[in-house]
C-alpha cells in the first residue's frame, strides 16, 4: 500500500503491508525510533504522537490510513542542542526514571497544553465552560500516559514548569 | 494480524465490502490478537458528510465520523447536553478520545475477558462455542439482560449518555436509504446469538446520531465508578436529568452503564420518581425497585450495592439535596 506521510516536516513516500501501524513504520521504516512501543494496544501512551496537530496512540493506527497526514514526533519538537520547553522541564524536575514512557508523555504534554489554552474541558472540570492546570486537572490530562516508575509527581511538576516558561 | 485487503471507502455502497474501521482503536486491537480477522477491511474515514456536528430541528446529528473529542468539546453539546460531555470526557483517554468516533464507540465491543482470549470458549467470538465467564471469574459482566448464551456487559459511557438523552441513531443501507432508531431499539440483547449485537444488517453504516432538543433548566450528570481514577472502564455508571419544580421533580431520564449488554433504562423508577417529593427515603426505594437481590454472576454481586449507591448519589445531586461537582444546568442552544 503507497503512503504519503508528512512527518516532522518531511516528506515520505512508504510503501506498506496494509496490517503495518504507523508505530512501527515510523520506528522501523523510518528511522525515528524515538517514539516508543510499550503495549502496542492503546494501553500505555508510550506511542504518543501527534496526528494533524492532536495527540493519538500511534500503535492504534493503520499507516495505510493516513495517506496526505502530518505527523510530529518527540524527534520534531526539539533536538539535544535545541530543547522545547517541556524536554527542558522534563530534565531539570528529573520527570522520568527510566525514561522509556518520556518521549510519549512530553507528545501527551505538547499537545495537553495546547487543548487547555482552546479551553477543552475535562472530566474533573467544576465547569465544562472552563479550563485549568491544577494538579488535579493535569492528573486526569494525562491519564493516557502510564509511568511504570512513577514519576507522576515529577512529572506534573515539569509540565507546570513549562506552562509557566509559555505564558 | 491476519492478512486482509485494505479498501478505501469512496462510496456508501462500498460499505458492504467487508469489516468496517472507523478511529480504529477498538478493531485494530481485535484484530492484533485475531479476535477478529476480516478478509477485508473497509475504511470509512473518507466518506462525505459524516463529520460534521449539525443543527437539526431544534437538536444535533452528530455525524458518524465526528470524533468523542469533538462531540465533547463543542460548545453547544457544553450548553444543551452537558452530561454527553461528561460522559465522553469520563472515557478512556485523551488520545483514544481524538480517535474514536461517535459510530465505533457506540459499536466498540465487550471487554469481557474471555471474548478477547481465542483459546476460551465464547458465543460471542465464535458463536456456539459455549460460555466460559459462566463458572468463571467475571467482575465486569453484566448484572441486567444477561442470557443463558452470554454475561456480557456493554462497556460505552458515551452510549448511556445519549440512551438517557433519548438519541437515535441514523443507519444507511447500500442503497442510501435512512432509516432511524432510537438507542434502546438500536441494541439486541444476546438471547441465543450473543454476536449479533445490533439491528444493523450487512452494507448497514451508521450515518449520524440525533439529539434531541435539549430541555433547558435540567440538572444533567455523569457518575462513573471504576477502579482506578482515571482511564478506566466503569464498573456501573448512571446518566441522569431531571427537571425540578420546588422540592416536587419533574421530567427525569436516567440510563445505567457497565451493567447490561446495552445501555440499561427502567421506566418503572422513572415512574417512581416523578411527581414525587425528593427525599433519601424514596431513592433508596427506587434504588430497591431498580437492582434485584440477586446477580447471574457470583463475581457481579458488588454491583448490587454499588449501583443502587450510585442512583441515589446521582438522585441527590440531580435534586439539589446534596451539592457535589460534576452537576451541570442544561441552557438551551438556540
Ligand atoms: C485502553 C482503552 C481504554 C478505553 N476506555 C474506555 C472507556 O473508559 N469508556 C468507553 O466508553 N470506551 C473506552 N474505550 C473504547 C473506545 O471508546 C472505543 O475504542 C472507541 O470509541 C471506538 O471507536 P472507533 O472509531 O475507534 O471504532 P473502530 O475501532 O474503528 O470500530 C469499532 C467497531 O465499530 C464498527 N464501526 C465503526 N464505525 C461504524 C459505523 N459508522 N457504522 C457501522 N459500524 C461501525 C467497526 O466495524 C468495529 O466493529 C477504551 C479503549 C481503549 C483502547
Ligand atoms: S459472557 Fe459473553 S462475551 Fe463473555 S465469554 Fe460468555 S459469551 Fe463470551
Ligand atoms: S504502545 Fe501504544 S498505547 Fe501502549
Ligand atoms: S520513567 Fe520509567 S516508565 Fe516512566
Redesign the interface.
Known sequence: MKTTLTVNAREYDVDNDPRRTLLDTLRDDLGLPGTKKGCDHGQCGACTVLLNGERVNSCLCLTAMHDGDEITTIEGIGSPDKLSALQEAFVKHDGYQCGYCTPGQIMSATAMLKEISDGAPSYVSDDLQTASLSDAEMAERMSGNLCRCSAYPLIREAIAMASEVKK | ?K????IRAGEIEDVAGGQI?A???NL??LM?IQVVAPDA?V?I?RLDGLSDIAEHEGGLRIGALVTN?TV??DARV?EGW?LL??AI??G?????R??ATTGGNLLQRTRCPYFYDTSQACNKRAPGSGCAAMGGAGRMLAIFGTSEHCLAAHPSDMAVAMAALEAEVEITNASGETRCVPMNDFYRGPADRPDVETVLGDGDLVTAVILPTPRAGERQTYRKVRDR???AFALVSVAGSVRMEGDTIKDVALAYGSVAPHPWMDQKVVEMLEGETASNELFQRAAKTLVPETAPHPDTEYKITLLRRTFIAAMRQLTGLADS??T?ISRAHS
Not at chain 2, 478512556?92 to 483514544?96: E, G, K, R, T, Y
Request: overall charge neutral.
Open positions: 494480524m492478512p486482509f485487503d485494505y474501521i478511529g480504529g482503536t485494530l486491537d492484533k477491511l475504511d474515514t473529542t465533547a468539546n457544553r452537558p460531555s461528561r470526557l469520563a478512556a483517554s485523551a488520545q483514544i481524538n480517535k481514577a482515571s482511564y461537582a460534576g451541570d
